[in-house]
């Protein structure tokens, strides 16, 4: 049995920053890659950043340059920073995690709002 759980999310206005942490606990043998999506209301889930485990990163292009994705792999965990947020990064923030099969976090909301 493999619990992944998702911290960090919150409100802040724009031009803030947040910090999302995930870790996975459990029966775990390795992890492939791990990544953030989110989804807005009224909208599809989308990939935010995704980081192998050899630590190559990808970003969707609207958080190219604001977002970091990066990894602890002693610790099961995957953390993105989010800087210069805009209101339009408003969503839910699933953590996604590989392990030969896919497991989600719960979600963590993120508003930004002025």
């Known amino acids: 049995q493999v619990q992944v759980v998702e911290s960090g999310g919150g409100l802040v206005q724009p031009g803030g920053s947040l910090r999302l942490s995930c870790a996975a606990s459990?029966?775990?043998?390795?992890?492939?890659?791990m990544g953030w999506y989110r989804q807005a209301p009224g909208k599809q889930r989308e990939v935010v950043a995704t980081?192998?485990?050899?630590?190559?990163?990808n970003y969707a292009d609207s958080v190219k340059g604001r977002f970091t994705i990066s990894r602890d792999n002693a610790k099961n965990a995957v953390y993105l920073q989010m800087n210069s947020l805009k209101p339009e990064d408003t969503a839910v923030y699933y953590c996604?995690?590989?392990?030969?099969?896919?497991?989600w976090g719960q979600g963590t909301q993120v508003a930004v709002s002025s």
């Open positions: 996604s995690i590989n392990l030969g099969f896919v497991r």
């Open positions: 459990g029966t775990i043998f390795r992890i492939y890659e």
């Open positions: 980081i192998t485990s050899g630590s190559r990163t």
